[in-house]
C-alpha cells in the first residue's frame, strides 16, 4: 500500500516539477565537465579569480561579524526588556528587508558623493573650500559591507528574536533569581541559547550577500556575481560563466553546510513550562536611553534615510519618463511577479500536498531538492537556466521549420517564458514553506474523513484544504511577488530585448549616474517591499502581545 501511494500519479508530478527545478544545477556541472579549460577561465584565473575570492570571503566575514552586532542586540533587547518605544521598534526592526541593496547603495552615493548635501554642507557649516575637505568614498568593498549589514540583519533579528522568546525567557527568570543583571544573563544565558537560530539567521543573510550583483556592480566591486556577467555578456563565454558559477555555487554550499552542522550540533527542547511569557525587565535612565539608540540606529541607517532620500529626490527630480515609459516598466514588473506569484503558489501546493498525501519518502526529498534555488544567486540560476533553454529553443525552431516552413523565432528565450522559470527556481522555496506551514495546521483526521467519504487527493484538496488554506496560500504568492519585483541580477541576464522593469530601470539609471531619474523606480519597489513586511510585522508584534 505505501509503494502505490508513494508512486502515484501525484507523486510522479512532484518529483517531475523538483527535476526541472533542480535543472540548472545540472546544467552548469555539465557544462564543466564537458567544457574543458578555455582561453578565457584561463585569462580569469590568471588575472581576477584571487580577487574574486579574496574579496567574497571578505564581504562574507563582514557580513556575519556586522549582521550578527546589530541583529542580536535589538533582538535581545525587544525581547528581554522593556523601554520607551519598544512596541514600535520590535515591529519596525524588520521593515529594513524592504530595500533592495542596490536601492541603499544609490541613496547613500548621492547623500556621501562629493558634491552631495552631507559633504556639502559639512564644508558649508565648518567654513572650508571644497579642496580641504573630502570624505572617503562610499563606493568601496566597505560600503558595499556596510550595505548588506543594515539590508541583512533583519534576518538574524527574525530569529534570534523568536529564539529568545521562546528558550531563553524562562532561564533567564532563573538568573536573576541568582541575582544575574540583564547583561550578565545575555552573555550566559540568552546568547548560547539562541546560538543555532543566530547561525542560520548569519545563513540567509550570507547566501543574499553571495547573490547580490546590483550594489556590488554599482559599486565597482569585484565579486562572483559580477565576474559571471562579464563572463557572459563582455566575453560572450558560457562555460567560463558556469565555471565561476561552479564556484559560487561552492561557496553557498559551504554555507549550507556550516548552517545545518551548527544546527544538528545544538538541541533546545522547550517545555510547556518554559513558554511562558516572562515579564521583560524594566530599563530606565541611560540604560533605556542607550536600548532606544541601540535600536533606532539600524532602523534609521536601514530604512528611514533611504526612504527619505528617494522622496525626496523623486519629488525635486524624479524620472523624466515617469509618464507612459513608467506605466510600461510597472505592467512589466507586474506581469512578471503576477505569473510567477501565481505558478509558485500552485506548484508549492502540488509538492506539499504531496508530502502530506504519500508515505514515501520521494516526496519529501524532492521538496529538499526545490530548496535548493533560494540559496542560489539569481545570476547563477540565470546562467543555469540559459544553457539548457537556449538549447531546447534551438531545437524547437528547427522542429518547427521542419514542419511548417517558418522559422517561429525564439519561442522560450525571446520572450518572458525563460526568465519566468528563473524566478521559480530561484523563489519556489519562499512559496513552498509558506504552503506547507498552512497545511500542517489542517488536522490529518480531515483527510481520513474525506476519504472515508469517497474523494481522492484532487477532490481533497479542492474542497477541504484549499478553503483552509487560503490565507497562506495569499501570503505565499504576495512573498513571492514582492521578490520577483526586486530581483535584478537574473532579470538583467534573462530579460527579452527592450523588456525592462523597475528594478532594471532603476539599476541602469543609477549605473549612467542619473540618480535622480532612479529614484521613482526604486521608490515604487522599496513601497511594493514594505506592505507585506508591514503585516508580518504587525502579526508579530499582536503575537508577542496576545500571550
Known amino acids: 500500500m505505501s509503494n502505490k501511494s508513494g508512486w502515484s500519479f501525484l507523486t510522479v508530478q512532484a518529483f517531475t516539477v523538483a527535476l526541472l527545478i533542480a ?61 520607551p518605544g519598544r512596541r514600535l521598534f520590535e515591529w519596525a526592526l524588520i521593515l529594513p528587508l524592504a530595500v533592495p541593496a542596490y536601492v541603499m547603495a544609490y541613496t547613500y552615493t548621492d547623500l556621501l558623493q562629493f558634491v552631495g548635501p552631507v559633504q556639502t554642507w559639512m564644508r558649508e557649516g565648518l567654513g572650508i573650500k571644497p579642496s ?21 540583519y533583519p534576518y538574524v533579528y527574525l530569529l534570534a528574536r523568536a529564539a529568545f522568546l521562546e528558550r531563553a ?120 536611553l542607550g536600548a532606544v539608540l541601540v535600536c533606532a540606529l539600524p532602523l534609521t541607517l536601514g ?40 505558478a509558485a503558489v500552485a506548484i508549492s501546493l502540488l509538492l506539499a500536498y504531496a508530502v502530506r498525501a504519500s508515505r514515501h519518502l520521494l516526496p519529501r526529498v524532492v521538496t529538499r531538492i526545490v530548496g535548493l534555488g533560494y540559496a542560489l544567486p539569481g545570476s547563477v540560476i540565470a546562467v543555469g537556466v540559459l544553457i539548457p533553454v537556449t538549447r531546447l529553443d534551438t531545437w524547437l525552431g528547427v522542429a518547427i521549420a521542419e514542419l511548417t516552413g517558418r522559422h517561429p523565432g525564439l519561442l522560450l ?39 472515508s467519504l469517497g474523494y481522492g487527493h484532487g477532490a481533497t484538496l479542492w474542497k477541504i484544504h484549499l478553503p483552509l488554506v487560503r490565507g497562506s496560500l495569499l501570503t505565499a504568492g504576495l512573498l513571492v511577488f514582492v521578490d520577483v519585483m526586486k530581483e535584478l541580477p537574473a532579470t538583467l541576464v534573462m530579460r527579452p530585448f527592450n523588456f525592462d522593469t523597475l528594478a532594471t530601470q532603476a539599476y541602469m539609471l543609477a549605473s549612467d549616474e542619473r540618480l535622480i531619474e532612479a529614484a521613482t523606480p526604486a521608490l515604487t519597489i522599496v513601497a511594493v517591499g514594505l506592505l507585506p513586511l508591514l503585516l508580518i510585522s504587525r502579526q508579530i508584534a499582536r503575537d508577542r502581545h496576545s500571550k
Open 169 to 288: 525567557s524562562s532561564m533567564v527568570e532563573v538568573g536573576r533569581s541568582l541575582g544575574l543583571g540583564p547583561w550578565r544573563s545575555f552573555y550566559r544565558i540568552s546568547l548560547p541559547m539562541a546560538r543555532p537560530a543566530i547561525v542560520a539567521g548569519t545563513s540567509l543573510a550570507l547566501m543574499e550577500t553571495l547573490a547580490d550583483y546590483g550594489a556590488v556592480s554599482y559599486f565597482g566591486v569585484q565579486t562572483f556575481t559580477t565576474g559571471i556577467y562579464r563572463a557572459w555578456f563582455s566575453f560572450g563565454d558560457r562555460v567560463a560563466a558556469a565555471q565561476l558559477s561552479a564556484v559560487l555555487l561552492a561557496f553557498v554550499a559551504v554555507v549550507v553546510v556550516l548552517e545545518r552542522f551548527s544546527r544538528g550540533r545544538a538541541r533546545f527542547h522547550v517545555t510547556g513550562a518554559q513558554r511562558r511569557n516572562t515579564p521583560p525587565q524594566r530599563l530606565h535612565g541611560l540604560r533605556a
Open 303 to 342: 530604512l528611514l534615510i533611504p526612504v527619505g532620500t528617494l522622496l525626496h529626490m523623486s519629488f525635486t527630480g524624479g524620472d523624466a519618463q515617469f509618464g507612459a515609459r513608467f506605466v510600461q516598466l510597472g505592467r512589466n514588473s507586474f506581469v512578471l511577479a503576477l505569473g510567477t506569484a501565481v
Open 413 to 451: 528565450t525571446g520572450g518572458i517564458a525563460a526568465l519566468v522559470y528563473a524566478y521559480l527556481v530561484r523563489f519556489l522555496t519562499v512559496s513552498l514553506q509558506a504552503v506547507e506551514a498552512g497545511l500542517t495546521k489542517v488536522k490529518p483526521s480531515m483527510d481520513d474523513a474525506a476519504r
Open 132 to 152: 580641504q575637505f573630502r570624505l572617503p568614498d562610499i563606493r568601496t568593498s566597505g560600503g558595499a559591507l556596510l550595505m548588506f549589514i543594515f539590508v541583512f
Open 23 to 83: 535543472l540548472p544545477i545540472f546544467s552548469i556541472v555539465g557544462s564543466l565537465l564537458v567544457g574543458g579549460t578555455n582561453e578565457v577561465w584561463r585569462h580569469l584565473v590568471d588575472t581576477v579569480l584571487t580577487e574574486y575570492v579574496a574579496t567574497t570571503l571578505m564581504l562574507c566575514l563582514g557580513v556575519s561579524v556586522g549582521v550578527i552586532l546589530v541583529g542580536v542586540p535589538t533582538a535581545w533587547l525587544v525581547s528581554m526588556t522593556d523601554f
